[in-house]
């Protein structure tokens, strides 16, 4: 076995080929075991040439155009560029996944395209945002790109979808059809308009650009991902793009400095953004922090349950709320907010809306529980603390939110700082001011 090719080229490459990539190359090996051995030549090359995997490649820091170039030599039909972070997504047959790692020079790795998912009323009173709002504090002036499933134009949104990108149907008006981008969108941004008020977000007069990198099944994948965060960063300045929101992720299978994803949400962070990553719903065991959650930069958000009540002192993290630490050991989340049957804005007509339509609350409005649903709180927050400052660096943002959070008793691995209380974020710009 060992002389087989595709077998030389990983161990020629091991160090440019990620584990997941790793594994598909070797597998088209799996159905040798039940062929003659004669034909084990034939079929390996056979398979070099029709079997098709989907990529993404990183390039080399400043080898941008010449690893573009190199792909595009390929004759690649489904090339995507992502400046940004110096890569690109492409499917490409295995002999020409050999070609390019064996003859261009600017490749840093290789990865398989894995999948991302969606990481599936009393909120805003339980982490006091709305005294915030009280205080003139409601987004305005501010944008919050949701990187999710798409936005449904609800009524509560009414004017404040300012930009919208699809990458999973290259559709240009807004909508969704899965129901978890606009449950996102009025998470952090809905002004209860058809609910007399009764369901908002903390940032009610905040502006939203939708960015769809999930389907219909609420799946995506790395590329789609990092196009929509790249998007974002090439369009920050045209739409004013201060906050990003994503309520997605995938098992966390190698460290922070070698996931795409948490480069792409960290370029994003240092391009002055502020990012709210979603820790993920594989509680409660430990070390089940998804990615991109596991950067060190962004802000982690867990799910804290509030049992319907305003009264924090019963609050508790949510079973389902993951665990730190993460890969690299890092405490994880940062902090928690409510993520336990949130009723949010529906999208008539969509996956979720018609599998789970017993969530539907009243004409209008949905429940669902997930941290997707705590992280867009989180961001609705950052956007009222923008307001005040818009000058504050994402550094600046999250020191704050840390330093307002307050504890709940339970080990860092389990609510990271503790419980986000907005009120203490009003009480310190009383203090600074």
Not at 135 to 150: E, Q, S
Not at 274 to 279: I, L, P, Q
Not at 409 to 417: D, E, H, K, L, V
């Amino acid at each position: 076995m060992l002389g087989f090719s595709i077998i030389q080229l990983v161990r020629r490459n091991g160090h440019k080929i990620d584990r997941n990539l790793r594994q598909e190359l070797l597998h088209i090996y799996s159905p040798f075991r039940t062929i003659p051995c004669f034909l084990h030549r034939p079929v390996e090359y056979l398979s070099k040439k029709v079997k098709k995997i989907p990529l993404v490649i990183e390039f080399e820091a400043d080898c941008f155009e010449q690893g573009i170039n190199d792909v595009k030599n390929t004759k690649s039909k489904t090339l995507h560029q992502h400046p940004s972070i110096s890569c690109c997504s492409t499917t490409l047959s295995i002999e020409k996944i050999e070609h390019l790692l064996d003859h261009c020079s600017h490749i840093k790795k290789v990865y398989y395209d894995r999948k991302v998912t969606a990481l599936l009323d009393r909120a805003t009173p339980s982490i006091h945002s709305d005294q915030l709002q009280q205080n003139g504090l409601t987004g305005k002036g501010v944008t919050i790109a949701i990187i999710d499933t798409g936005i449904h134009p609800h009524e509560d949104l009414q004017g404040r979808i300012k930009g919208f990108k699809d990458f999973i149907n290259s559709r240009s008006a807004p909508y969704d059809d899965n129901g978890h981008g606009t449950h996102c969108a009025g998470d952090a941004a809905g002004n209860g308009a058809l609910s007399g008020g009764k369901y908002k977000g903390p940032a009610p007069e905040a502006h939203l650009v939708g960015v769809k990198v999930l389907d219909k099944m609420g799946s995506g994948s790395l590329s789609t991902v990092i196009s929509g965060v790249d998007w974002c960063i090439q369009n920050q300045a045209l739409y004013n793009i201060n906050i990003l929101s994503l309520s997605l992720g995938s098992d966390a299978q190698q460290p922070a400095e070698d996931d795409l994803v948490v480069k792409a949400v960290e370029k994003a962070w240092d391009n002055g953004m502020v990012v709210c990553v979603a820790a993920g719903n594989s509680g409660p065991s430990q070390e089940t922090i998804a990615s991109p959650g596991i950067s060190p930069k962004v802000i982690t958000v867990g799910a804290a349950n509030d049992f319907n009540t305003v009264d924090r002192s019963d609050d508790t993290v949510a079973d389902f709320s993951s665990r730190g630490p993460t890969i690299d050991g890092l405490m994880k989340p940062d902090l928690v907010t409510p993520g336990v049957n949130i009723i949010s804005l529906r999208s008539p007509g969509s996956f979720l809306d018609k599998t789970n339509s017993s969530s539907r609350v009243d004409t209008n409005y949905f429940s669902l529980s997930g941290t997707s649903m705590a992280t867009p709180i989180c961001a609705g927050v950052v956007a009222q603390m923008l307001q005040i400052n818009p000058n504050q660096s994402p550094d600046d943002i999250k020191l704050q939110l840390i330093q307002a959070c307050e504890d709940m008793g339970q080990p860092s691995y389990i609510q990271g700082n503790g419980y986000l209380d907005a009120e203490n974020i009003m009480n310190m710009e009383g203090r600074q001011h």
